[in-house]
């Protein structure tokens, strides 16, 4: 597959991005259905039509053109969808497409209430009647996708290279992942569930760039199957088994060194509690009556990362305690000062498993190449066209 010269893309300008990603996208194409909304219940959307032409589709049979700045609304009205023009009311059905005559099309959906949100999506939208809600579905192209999932969860401020990776994994997490919410209608949310999207790419052309010059490589293990492309903010120096994390074991998810996160923001954390408050919980793990909660040494430290706190007899999961008390990671020690206040010295941001976002943006400001990066976080892992992934 063929990996073009970024410095010859920054001066080719907005057409040759657009026959870049128009390219790629003949080369390799995927479309995916993308549920919007996931979690709320909207009663009303509008639709314009952005870019492109578009016909609006009811139970399976053409209603009417939809030229461009076309708006209708379209509203759940008891086991109905109710579709309104500016000017005259469109019928109404159980389910409603907005099919694109021209590929590049682009359109805006704009929820009313719950919550109030309005954006861009390239492709096409479907909408039916759900649970007492719409539920609104954007069938879009694999790599359309993946520049909003970018863009969504890195924002416009990194550098090229970093973009590939993020959109490297991206792709292998929504290809790995499509049967998800089969029952829901649709293959992938627009929730952290599966990965953020709010549509279109937008706010940064590197973004298309990248996602277009690494256009269907998706990461695979020694086996040739999609792996599972976890990632975290800050690892705090080391990053962890995916087994301490969720039980399951993965070859190429095996903890490593990492010093390029050590100076980012998320580094280094302190969280403090009472000695009281300390006590009371760490009795919910003693089932012994006579045992004195007070025996419990505080002292804990972890050299490298570790399972479980353990403290004469009093066993409990590290994960646990960071959800209980809300921490940022699973990587702390716990030392108690005199004043009788106990402090959680911690590294990291997150569950630490996989790829060190802020230690790969560091590897690729240092001038590490996108492979390179993916290389060191999975062990024994291989870039490969999705096509010849089992």
Known sequence: MQIFNTKTLRLSGCIFVSWLALNSAIAYSQIVDVGLLHYHKIPEVLVSVNSGEYELWGDGAKIIDLPYDAIISIRINRQTIEVKGLN???GYYHGVHLKSIKKLGTLKLRAVKNPPVSNLYDGEI?????????????????????????EK????????EYYKIQAVMARTYALGNLNRHNSDGYQVCDEVHCQAYDGKSTRRRDIIIATAATAGIVLADKKGELILAAYHSNCG???????????SSRDYLQPIKDTFCLDARSAKWEHTITREDWDNYVSQFISDDTYEVSKAMVCFYQGKRLTYYKSNGVEIPIKQIRRDWRLRSSFFDIEEYSDGTIIFSGRGYGHGVGLCQQGALKMTELGYGYREVLSFYFKDIRLVSHSDVD
């Open 88 to 90: 005259s009311n469109l």
């Open 126 to 150: 479907m909408v039916s009647v759900g649970e007492d809600k719409l539920t609104i579905v954007n069938r879009v192209d694999i790599d359309n996708y993946v520049a909003g999932v970018v």
């Open 153 to 160: 969860e890195i924002g416009p401020s990194a550098n090229m």
């Open 237 to 247: 120096g080391e990053t962890r088994d995916a087994a301490q994390a969720w039980k």
